[in-house]
């Protein structure tokens, strides 16, 4: 199969997880026998410094070129604050790039031999941890209008508004469905349903469509009580599909159970258009450029394998390939003798590539 990905390093250590993610990339392709075609194209500080913005117009070529991105971080704070916010890498870059992708999945996994790095006591997690969060990303109050604050101080009023049509709602439990289908045909449907209209139909939305799929256990459950059993009962949660503000949250809680944040993958999806054509779908790991470590081959690359491993499942349906990641990548952490400085270890960025491609070999 021939693959073509538009592969964004961008600023700290982006650079240094995404080469190690595109070396166990390559050796899978090898093994398969796939050809990859990667693009490489500057973004963030590294495209400031040449093209003076974070966004420039090789770089949305190579990526509309492309049939996925490959991100890493942007984003450096001591040279962000000199920039008006409009116009600081994060702002420019990810908005853009991720224009028309509804779906953000972050895939939050606690390896069992991790166990004592999860914030949670080892009672409450001896199922393990395994948790899909799907997350609406293009609507409800991010987006909604009006939004803005009015008047002057001191009786100024904000607004912001929270909206969700039918068909945004939809779409995003349709992915949450199809999603369980494919794990334990388990889906939790997080919404505030008695406060807010937008919950309400997000639940009626939700029930209906449930009879399409006969075959998954819908459940559903108020954001708020979903934040406190998140940390009571992790092991139980499956695949949890929610809206925007509510996912944010809640995505950023569950990360903190996979024991680092170095280690959590994932994907921002669209649908076609009425042309058939698709935003080109975004994959990073989910932490920053961590300036602290940049340069110094320190940064766990584990978060950018396992982005790597979606991107080769969901958007080039090579599963055999994404499965061999995953299991070797987890076979790494669950060893524990080849782990970066945030797990305890001091292994560098590099060596942990080198033991998931020895892992995929063996
Ligand atoms: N999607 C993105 O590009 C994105 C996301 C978040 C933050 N940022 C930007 O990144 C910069 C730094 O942000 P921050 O410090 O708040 O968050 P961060 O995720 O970069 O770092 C937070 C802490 O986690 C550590 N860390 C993060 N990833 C790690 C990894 N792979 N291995 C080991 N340790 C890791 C860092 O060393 C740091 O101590 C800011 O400019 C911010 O705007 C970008």
């Known amino acids: 199969m021939n693959i073509s990905i538009a592969v964004l390093p961008g600023d700290g250590i982006g650079v240094e997880v995404i080469k190690a993610a595109m070396r166990v990339v390559d050796d899978i ?26 966004l420039p117009a ?3 070529q190579v990526c509309l070129a492309s049939q996925a991105i490959f991100f890493g971080a942007v984003g450096l704070p001591d040279r962000d604050k000199t920039l008006p916010q409009a116009q600081r890498p994060e702002r420019v870059a990810l908005l853009e790039l991720r224009k028309g992708l509804f779906a953000n999945l972050r895939h939050v996994v606690l390896p069992p031999g991790l166990a004592d790095r999860c914030p949670l006591k080892n009672e409450l997690i001896k199922n393990g941890i395994d948790i899909m969060i799907i997350r609406e990303l293009t609507g409800g109050l991010y987006y909604g209008q009006p939004q803005g604050i009015q008047g002057r ?22 992915v949450g469905f199809e ?3 494919k794990r334990k045909k388990k889906l939790l449907s997080v919404d505030k349903a008695n406060i807010l209209a937008t919950s309400q139909l997000w639940r ?8 399409d799929y006969p075959d998954i256990q819908l459940e559903h459950i108020y954001v708020d009580n979903a934040s406190m059993q998140l940390l009571r ?8 599909v929610t809206e ?9 809680e569950a990360s903190m159970l996979a024991g680092s944040i170095g280690l959590v993958p994932s994907a921002c999806l669209g649908e076609p258009d009425a042309h058939g054509k698709y935003a080109v779908p975004f994959y990073e790991p989910i932490h920053g450029s961590a300036p602290d470590i940049a340069g110094l081959n320190k940064a766990n690359p584990v978060g950018s394998i396992l982005t790597a491993a979606m991107m080769l499942r969901y958007t080039f349906g090579l599963a055999a390939e994404a499965n061999a990641i995953e299991k070797a990548t987890f076979a790494v952490l669950n060893e524990g003798r080849v782990l970066t400085g945030d797990l305890g270890g001091t292994a560098s960025c590099s060596a942990v590539a080198d033991a998931v491609i020895a892992a995929i070999r063996s």
């Open 179 to 181: 999603t369980a289908r």
């Open 153 to 174: 101080a001191p009786d100024r009023t904000a607004v912001d508004t929270m909206a969700y049509s039918e068909h945004e709602i939809r779409r995003i439990l349709k």
């Open 233 to 240: 009962r992790a092991s139980e949660f499956d695949v949890i």
């Open 58 to 60: 090789e770089t949305r």
């Open 204 to 211: 009626e939305t939700a029930t209906a469509m449930s009879k």
């Open 244 to 252: 925007n503000t509510f996912g944010d949250i809640l995505s950023d």
């Open 29 to 54: 392709a090898r093994r398969f026998g796939h050809k990859i075609t990667a693009d490489y194209a500057d973004v963030g500080w590294a495209a400031i410094d040449k093209y003076g913005t974070a």
